[in-house]
T-cell receptor, first 113, second 114 residues
């Protein structure tokens, strides 16, 4: 069974640009969660989607948004990038919503210059 | 709301020595507890979990953790570490009602020295 796939793995953007990250969950998993990982803040929850509906949202500004498609694939978008948005963005999938057993992808490393 | 505190940011230890990574949590509701491990340049992997039942849970690679409700702790232990155990370890908590989000601690870097 294929694991969680995130694309792109690495990307470099400049301040003010926007970025879209993609996540394909494990087949059959309907919940997708996104986390931001930085050395200073650790792992911060961004949002969770289940059956195309946002179920939970973390404390991030509106520049961070996401969506989930009918095939459970998910995308997150960050607009008007700031230097502080540089981070590893991790996607995780699970069978059900609100689950603690998450299966993580390898992440998308975003560098904002 | 829930929170997790990992008391040590870094734990250096020699190979074959025992290790304990400490985790305390705070919650007004009952929770499930987890330990995840992150090897360099990889995503997180579930190491072990406590949902209910026996308070001592074990992983396939020799780690164990004990849920202590009175002390609100979920410390991770291994009696003899290997070089390959070098990684970052995250303690996490989620409400047992399945309506919340998984909250992680700040992480503990385990550095196993030869």
């Amino acid at each position: 069974k294929a694991g969680v796939t995130q694309t792109p793995r690495y990307l470099i953007k400049t301040r003010g640009q926007q970025v879209t990250l993609s996540c394909s969950p494990i087949s059959g998993h309907r919940s997708v969660s996104w986390y931001q990982q930085t050395p200073g803040q650790g792992l911060q929850f961004l949002f969770e989607y289940f059956s195309e509906t946002q179920r939970n949202k973390g404390n991030f500004p509106g520049r961070f948004s996401g969506r989930q498609f009918s095939n459970s694939r998910s995308e997150m978008n960050v607009s008007t990038l700031e230097l502080g948005d540089s981070a590893l963005y991790l996607c995780a999938s699970s069978l059900v919503t609100g689950a603690g057993e998450l299966f993580f992808g390898e992440g998308s490393r975003l560098t904002v210059l | 709301a829930q929170s997790v505190t990992q008391l040590d940011s870094q734990v250096p230890v020699f190979e074959e020595a025992p290790v304990e990574l400490r985790c305390n949590y705070s919650s007004s509701v009952s929770v499930y507890l987890f330990w995840y491990v992150q090897y360099p340049n990889q995503g997180l992997q579930l190491l072990l979990k406590y949902l209910s039942g026996s308070t001592l849970v074990e992983s396939i690679n020799g780690f164990e953790a004990e849920f202590n409700k009175s002390q609100t702790s979920f410390h991770l232990r291994k009696p003899s570490v290997h070089i390959s155990d070098t990684a970052e370890y995250f303690c996490a908590v989620i409400p047992s009602s399945n309506t919340g989000k998984l909250i992680f601690g700040q992480g503990t870097t385990l550095q196993v020295k030869p």
